[in-house]
T-cell receptor, first 119, second 111 residues
Framework: GAVVSQHPSWVICKSGTSVKIECRSLDFQATTMFWYRQFPKQSLMLMATSNEGSKATYEQGVEKDKFLINHASLTLSTLTVTSAHPEDSSFYIC???????????????FGDGTRLSIL | GEDVEQSLFLSVREGDSSVINCTYTDSSSTYLYWYKQEPGAGLQLLTYIFSNMDMKQDQRLTVLLNKKDKHLSLRIADTQTGDSAIYFCAERQNTGNQFYFGTGTSLTVIP
């Protein structure tokens, strides 16, 4: 089945550091990828929709200068948390939409998530 | 966004059936999905159902859809300890990219 690889899986760094998280679709092309944030014991909160070759679409309340998204190829999107602070500590999950021929069923496939801890 | 609601917790004994429920508000939803999330991991797609279907069965999983009541359920037969996880339902409209996720149901299987 479709596989999405997310890297790194765990990051611990000092306050003020910028952290880059990569999301790759390994066996399919993904023109659209999504970045979510998940707080403990809560559902996923969509942060932004990443479109290959164009600017990301951010959800209301998400700072685009804080969370930089780049979708430079059909298989790679990156999320950079700039000047991270302890309140940015969270579980970040990416997903990629799989385009299928002759059907409107286009499931999202998820990476395993990145646990970000800012000291 | 759309409202997708689930009960937060469910406990069952090993070998029993589990039924996880989900309600949604958007009548234009086209595809509805069930995902499983194990601790510290991403979401794994379990199954999906198209909105013109009432039921879909896939091995131990049965999905029931009541479109009139906007109610979706996932039944897991012969529940095993490995089924312990958080289960999310999600709905998507035909015209949009965005998925709307439920609040998640934490399933605990008691040996």
């Amino acid at each position: 089945g479709a596989v999405v690889s997310q890297h790194p899986s765990w990051v611990i760094c000092k306050s003020g550091t910028s952290v880059k998280i990569e999301c790759r679709s390994l066996d399919f092309q993904a023109t659209t990828m999504f970045w979510y944030r998940q707080f403990p014991k809560q559902s996923l909160m969509l942060m932004a929709t990443s479109n290959e070759g164009s600017k990301a679409t951010y959800e209301q309340g998400v700072e685009k200068d804080k969370f930089l998204i780049n979708h430079a190829s059909l298989t790679l999107s990156t999320l950079t948390v700039t000047s991270a602070h302890p309140e940015d500590s969270s579980f970040y999950i990416c997903s990629a939409r799989e385009r299928r021929q002759n059907t409107n069923n286009q499931p999202q496939h998820f990476g395993d998530g990145t646990r970000l801890s800012i000291l | 966004g759309e409202d997708v609601e689930q009960s937060l917790f469910l406990s069952v004994r090993e070998g029993d059936s589990s039924v996880i429920n989900c309600t949604y508000t958007d009548s234009s939803s086209t595809y509805l999905y069930w995902y499983k999330q194990e601790p510290g991991a991403g979401l794994q797609l379990l199954t999906y159902i198209f909105s013109n279907m009432d039921m879909k069965q896939d091995q131990r999983l049965t999905v029931l859809l009541n479109k009139k009541d906007k109610h979706l359920s996932l039944r897991i037969a012969d529940t095993q300890t490995g089924d312990s996880a958080i289960y999310f339902c999600a709905e998507r409209q035909n015209t949009g990219n965005q998925f709307y996720f439920g609040t998640g149901t934490s399933l605990t299987v008691i040996p």
